[in-house]
């Protein structure tokens, strides 16, 4: 190619990989041009909206979502819904906001180069700016298919229910965030639940130990049958009901268990398959600065699917919780409006357990150094997560309104606690 020839068009990619055939889709294609686009529909995308509205109130917004459903939040589908809460409190009212909404849709191409994303159907949506907030997926099981709930969104929650309506015992698989919460839901409405998780305990990647091991008798207690150290070997179809043949972590013992419908969380991995086939950084999620941006200038990211730098702990991370989507989502939307602030926000998280509950702040990983300040053991207390000295992280066990001042200590804001984090915060709450 001599220096007069004009510049070749870039090879784009579907998501999967595919080479796209640029001609036939700008050719077949309806045109959107927007100021902001945003990609999701989740928690991230609603804030961003309205991050958006706060600094520029007529520029056009468009969202692409793959669920059918607007914006909704994500927490009542595994706590207040089961307790009772009214299904229309779930809804974010995104569309109140002066947005156009084009759901049950997936970006499949995003060409950089002119500012261009191409959906599932063939629409084209030109932006000015860009926020990524396409979330993460549940990892499955390579047996099953259709008949396993990986839970994470509200028709999985109105599928859970409709089958709640038909069968009485459900298998809960993980017992990580997500299975202990629907454990406790799904007992709590009167139905008999077996966990299946490898670990030792409850919450082990979590929590202590001993807390780990705790929650395996309370559980019990409460009436779960609680299969820890168990995997799950094969998943077989019985007419209506399910056969998990299940094996053991320490030893060749087999069970196999009937059901009538099976709950799976065993983890996500984040959606970043558009991301890498546009040539954007990407390194357990999407790369971006302290503004939010990616490595391209015009398009940001937030939510589960950002992986950002963390000031307080020093390391970049992804957090697949409400308060991060939230917060992260109106500070990436005011970026894009133009009124950038660099993202510093120490994320926390919060679950319910039966009767119990308790919020966490910062690196809460049980690899840690882990010191518990119970004020009743296991009942009320405060666990810090440390790191060569210092508190990376915080439970705060059926402790409350203390997140705040958690957060002061893991920042070092408060240097006259350190050697006894724990005990200063129980002695305010």
């Not at 468009?62 to 819904?81: F, H, M, N, T, V």
């Not at 849709?105 to 030109?126: F, N």
């Not at 926020?131 to 047996?143: D, E, I, K, W």
């Amino acid at each position: 190619m001599s220096e007069h020839d004009p510049p070749r068009q870039p090879l784009l990619y579907w998501s999967d990989g595919r080479l796209v055939s640029t001609s036939t889709w700008r050719r077949n294609a309806m045109s959107h041009h927007y100021t902001y686009l945003i990609i999701g529909g989740g928690m991230a995308a609603d804030a961003a909206v309205r991050g958006i509205r706060e600094i520029d109130p007529d520029g056009a917004i468009g969202l692409i979502g793959a669920e059918p459903d607007p914006p909704y939040k994500r927490p009542p589908l595994s706590k207040k819904l089961w307790r009772g809460k009214a299904l229309d409190s779930v809804w974010l009212k995104t569309n109140r906001l002066g947005v156009d909404l084009h759901l049950g849709r997936t970006a499949r191409v995003l060409d950089l180069r002119q500012k261009q994303v191409v959906d599932d159907r063939g629409s084209v949506y030109d932006f000015d700016k860009l926020l990524l907030a396409t979330g993460v997926t549940p990892q499955r099981l390579p047996f099953g298919g259709h008949r396993i709930i990986y839970y994470r969104t509200l028709h999985d929650y109105q599928r859970l229910r409709q089958e709640t309506s038909q069968g009485q015992r459900f298998a809960v698989i993980g017992g990580g965030f997500i299975g202990s919460e629907i454990a406790a839901a799904l007992t709590t409405n009167g139905k008999e639940v077996v966990m299946i998780f490898p670990d030792a305990g409850i919450g082990a990647r979590l929590f202590p130990p001993d807390l780990s091991l705790y929650l395996n008798g309370y559980y019990r207690e409460q009436g779960v049958e609680v299969l820890a150290g168990a995997t799950v070997a094969d998943v077989i179809e019985r007419g209506e009901r399910l056969g998990i043949r299940t094996g053991s972590v320490d030893s060749a013992a087999t069970r196999d268990i009937e059901v009538d419908g099976i709950v799976a969380g065993i983890g996500a991995r984040p959606n970043v398959d558009l991301a890498l086939a546009a040539g954007l950084a990407v390194d357990n999620g999407i790369v971006v600065d302290v503004f939010l941006r990616t490595s391209h200038p015009d398009v940001y990211a937030a939510g589960d699917v950002a992986a950002f730098w963390q000031g307080a702990l020093s390391q970049r991370r992804r957090v697949e919780h409400e308060d991060n989507a939230t917060t992260m989502g109106r500070c990436a939307g005011r970026a894009m409006a133009g009124d950038p602030a660099p993202y510093d926000h120490l994320p926390f998280f919060y679950s319910d357990l039966f009767d119990l509950g308790y919020e966490a702040v910062g690196d809460v990983d049980s690899r840690l150094d882990l010191v518990a300040d119970w004020e009743e053991p296991y009942r009320t207390g405060v666990i810090s997560y440390r790191q060569d000295g210092r508190v990376r992280g915080m439970v705060l066990w059926n402790v409350w309104d203390q997140v705040d001042a958690a957060r002061a200590r893991i920042a070092g804001a408060d240097a006259d606690h350190a050697a006894d984090p724990g005990g200063a915060l129980l002695a305010v709450s």
